[in-house]
Every structure is written in structure tokens, then in C-alpha cells.
């Protein structure tokens, strides 16, 4: 979207991080329903977040989308399991 000319174009990028945001946002979502507290999912989004700014500066963002996505999988195949269910 540009607001200057009132113009929005939908490309792959749009799409790839509108599809991103609302994967991540359903993820921190259950961390913060499991754990029954705000600081992981916090610490995640902000961890994530720092990744991915320093990757894209020194790399093309394929290559740190791809890093953000195998570390998103790696924590949901090793750590996630353990943790306890959040007291309801």
C-alpha cells in the first residue's frame, strides 16, 4: 500500500508475510494458552524478531526466512513438547 498515491498491490511478498504473521500469531498463541504466562511467547516473538533483522542485513531474506522457519521447527519438534500445560 502506498499512501502517498492511495494505490495497494498484492504480491507473493504480501501474501508469504501476511501468511507468516497469522502462523505466528496462532503459535504464540498456544505457548501463551500452554504455559498460561506472557514471558515466552514474548521472549519467542522478540528473539525471532532479533534473527531475522540481523539475517537480513547480512543476507538475502530467502535465507533468513528459511533460518526463522527451521528455527520455528526445530522448537516445536524439541522443546515444545516439555512444556507443562498452563493451569486453567
Known amino acids: 500500500m502506498n499512501p502517498l498515491t492511495g ?5 507473493p511478498e504480501t501474501i508469504m508475510i501476511t501468511a507468516y504473521s497469522c502462523f ?4 504464540l ?3 501463551r494458552e500452554k504455559t498460561g504466562d506472557i ?3 514474548a521472549v519467542l516473538h522478540g528473539a525471532i524478531d532479533a ?3 540481523i539475517l ?3 543476507t538475502a531474506p530467502l535465507i533468513s526466512d528459511t533460518a526463522g522457519l527451521t528455527a520455528l521447527f526445530i522448537f ?3 522443546a515444545f513438547p516439555r512444556i507443562p ?3 486453567q
Open 39 to 41: 514471558t515466552l511467547p
Open 29 to 31: 498463541g498456544v505457548l
Open 7 to 11: 494505490t495497494a498491490r498484492v504480491t
Open 51 to 53: 534473527a531475522y533483522n
Open 76 to 78: 516445536f519438534c524439541t
Open 85 to 87: 500445560a498452563g493451569q
Open 24 to 27: 505466528l500469531g496462532v503459535v
Open 56 to 58: 537480513a542485513k547480512a
